[in-house]
């Protein structure tokens, strides 16, 4: 019984394996993370390739994008702002590497949050995939593969498919790469600042409400992942506001931004305390 190969098949592979002759040998070198863009560009469309180091902190190690993305400071997002990001939140809890769509990500409400308002929709990003990859020692590596709202460039079903499919591979090729210079434990103690913010203002469940307010959860998700009602929920938000003297999501992120950024280095308690 014959067996044939697909042209495209046989196409894709000779792509991988031209790229792959390139990219191996500069393990360990200045050009690595370049090249293993090229890789991915090979294979799908994106508007913005991004690669983002979380060791001691968050690192931005190179992006590539086209005129579909927009300039946009990263000052916020390194000061505390990545503690929102969809993708910093699935890496607290994952144990080894692994490819994300957003949609798989985001709560429901996170297109009305701030984070996305500020940092995604000023830079006319719409949607986003990557690859969250999980190091031993526990920092990551996350790379980001973005569209813009312009743009065309939209993954088919099949194109998704493909990049999950690369996952063992480019989880090899980083751990190579970043696996031997790694030699801080990621400082995760800003979680500790989003788990504490406000408490020292705010009760136990009005607290719990503005975290995942400021993480994109609608009330009615809010609701269900605390067993109250969503007026409840309503009630604990319009409480915490009249506390925290604000009126409105974007001042809560505002007034969370503003607590962290004032901190060098953030020991413990409530971010709030001595703000006001």
Not at 22 to 27: A, D, N, S
Not at 101 to 127: A, N
Not at 245 to 260: E, T
């Amino acid at each position: 019984m014959s067996r044939t190969i697909h042209p495209t098949a046989l196409a894709m592979i000779a792509r991988l394996s031209k790229r792959l002759t390139q990219l191996v040998p500069q393990i360990g070198s200045d050009d690595f993370p370049h090249l293993l863009i090229e890789v991915i560009k090979q294979f799908v469309p994106a508007d913005e390739i991004t690669l983002i180091l979380f060791e001691d902190k968050p690192e931005f190690l190179v992006s590539e994008k086209t005129e579909k993305i927009g300039n946009q400071s990263i000052d916020m997002y390194l000061a505390g702002a990545y503690l929102l990001d969809p993708f910093y939140r699935a890496s607290v809890e994952l144990k080894q590497s692994q490819f994300f769509t957003y949609g798989e990500l985001v709560p429901d409400g996170f297109r009305q949050s701030e984070f996305y308002k500020q940092y995604l929709v000023k830079i006319g990003l719409e949607d986003e995939c990557g690859y969250l990859i999980i190091f031993p020692g526990g920092q990551f590596l996350h790379l980001s593969i973005g569209h813009g709202v312009s743009s065309t460039a939209r993954l088919s079903r099949s194109e998704r498919q493909l990049l999950e499919t690369l996952t063992p591979l480019i989880d090899m090729l980083c751990q190579q790469h970043w696996g031997d210079q790694l030699s801080k434990p990621l400082n995760r103690q800003l979680d500790q600042a989003l788990a504490n913010f406000g408490s020292s203002k705010l009760t136990e469940r009005e607290c719990a409400v503005i975290r995942l307010v400021l993480q994109g959860y609608s009330p009615a998700s809010i609701a269900d992942k605390l067993f109250i009602s969503p007026g409840t929920v309503r009630v604990h938000l319009r409480n915490s506001y009249r506390k925290l003297d604000i009126g409105s999501q974007v001042d809560l992120h505002n007034l969370f931004m503003g607590a962290l950024m004032r901190f060098e280095q953030y020991e413990g308690g409530d971010p709030l305390e001595g703000f006001f």
